[in-house]
């Protein structure tokens, strides 16, 4: 199995691997707690739309999803904010909506599109060098406005009211979380691809969530089970001939369903401590 690492893409891989583990640990904490797992699945499948489009236009389909990812990012989230009585509804339609749009607009475009599978179940032995850089970059991003705005993301996240009465921006605060999300989305694509996109970012920091309640251990925690869970499914899929991204994700979902019945176990022996 370690003969893997002698491969240049391999390794590549496992870096990219433990640095969008970063990333999902953090925004995913976020997501988790705030309970955005729906609006972040819309926006991660509404990302096609931009993906084909750049596709049609002879564009780059990574900047497309970029951009198609902030506009679904703000307007789900104003939906969210406005409007939360359908917000639901309304976001099922744009999710949808926005995968439609990518496959017509791909259907329109010349050429044999090789590659599109890679955006929907992930390409990760294939991350080139600037993929990762890119990687970086959006870790030091999330990071450094995480800890510049962590006061106020807390505020938002445990008692919105509050933070209101405090004159804290809560309406701006939300949205740079959406676009933090929506920059997340893109990157983890490469990793396990759009459809399984949203379990990298809420199974780890959703077992986290099980152990430890301090954001900032949450965040941690929820990191390093992302660098568990990819390192163990890439080496898994390079033993047995198995997709990478599928292998990620399944092995998150074992590591899931190992917690909660952990979890289970505990509360039976002793309700109090769960």
């Known amino acids: 199995m370690l003969e893997a690492l002698q491969y240049s893409f391999f390794r590549n891989a496992l870096l990219a691997g433990v640095l969008v583990s970063i990333a999902c640990g953090v925004i995913g904490t976020f997501i988790v707690v705030n309970r955005l797992v729906f609006l972040s699945g819309g926006i991660a499948h509404a990302a096609y739309g931009g993906i084909g489009i750049a596709y049609f236009l002879n564009q780059n389909p990574v900047l497309g999803a970029i951009l198609f990812s902030l506009i679904s990012a703000f307007g789900m989230g104003t939906v969210a904010r406005k409007t939360k009585e359908r917000a639901d509804t309304i976001i099922g339609v744009m999710?949808?909506?926005?995968?439609a749009l990518g496959i017509i607009f791909l259907d329109l475009s010349p050429g044999y599109k090789a590659d599109?599978?890679?955006?929907?179940?992930?390409?990760?032995?294939?991350?080139?060098?600037?993929?990762?850089?890119?990687m970086i970059v959006l870790d030091i991003v999330i990071l450094v406005t995480t800890g510049f705005l962590y006061k106020g993301l807390i505020a938002i996240s445990f008692d919105e009211e509050f933070a209101t009465v405090e004159n804290v921006p809560v309406n701006t605060l939300y949205f740079i979380l959406f676009g933090l999300i929506a920059l997340t989305v893109v990157v983890t694509m490469r990793l396990v691809g759009l459809i399984m996109v949203i379990a990298l970012l809420t199974i780890p920091p959703a077992i986290a969530g099980i152990y430890v309640k301090d954001m900032k251990k949450m965040m941690l925690v929820a990191s390093l089970l992302g660098m568990l869970f990819s390192t163990t499914g890439l080496f898994l899929s390079y033993s047995f001939n198995l997709t990478s991204g599928a292998t990620i994700i399944l092995v998150s979902g074992v590591g899931y369903s190992i917690a909660q019945l952990h979890k289970f176990i505990i509360s039976k022996k002793n309700p109090t401590l769960v």
Do not use: E, N, Q
């Not at 999710?95 to 995968?99: K, L, S």
């Not at 599109?116 to 890119?134: K, N, Q």
């Open 95 to 99: 999710w949808a909506t926005g995968m």
């Open 116 to 134: 599109l599978m890679s955006y929907l179940f992930g390409s990760i032995l294939a991350v080139p060098s600037s993929d990762l850089v890119f």
